[in-house]
């Protein structure tokens, strides 16, 4: 028994060494206090923000489609490494909190939903996935769906 303990010992001490690692890293990572260049992609005061509306219908066949209805922004399937700050990109789409894609247009086929209630997000990105922040925060849009 004490030998089974001592072996769980050493990978925790691990792990725990790893994530003292990143927390004391991430400091340096956001010195700024600004959203971090991995994750958002702010755009300019200047231009035209983008707004974003959601609708959903069920089509014949009992499958789901969202329209993503968005202005001043310009939907493609062409990603790139480092995107400039301007509203051309994708959007990513989540279903009760687990992404279920990237809408590379503005119509994303979901398919067939079990009975119940669903929550749909969608989270406006850049060419090279970042998040997309407006003057008002996160570009983002939710609905909720019910499946009888």
């Known amino acids: ?3 089974k303990i001592l072996s769980l010992i ?3 001490v691990l ?3 790893l994530l003292e690692a990143l927390a004391a890293g991430a400091a340096s990572f956001n010195t700024g206090n600004t959203a971090p260049r991995s994750v958002f992609l702010k755009l300019p005061a200047d231009i035209p923000q983008p707004s974003l509306a959601l609708s959903i219908l069920q089509d014949a066949s009992g499958n ?3 329209h993503i209805d968005t202005k001043a922004f310009q939907f493609t399937d062409i990603c790139i490494s480092a995107s400039e700050a301007v509203p051309v990109g994708h959007a990513h789409v989540i279903l009760d909190g687990v992404k279920i894609g990237s809408a590379f247009s503005p119509i994303m086929h979901i398919g067939v939903l079990p009975p119940g209630q669903h929550r749909v997000s969608v989270v406006l990105r850049g060419q090279d996935h970042r998040a997309l922040i407006g003057q008002n925060g996160l570009i983002n ?3 909720v769906v019910y499946v009888v």
Request: overall charge positive.
């Open 10 to 12: 050493g990978p925790m």
């Open 64 to 66: 789901w489609v969202l």
């Open 141 to 143: 849009a939710a609905l």
């Open 15 to 17: 792990i725990a060494g």
């Open 1 to 3: 028994m004490k030998r």
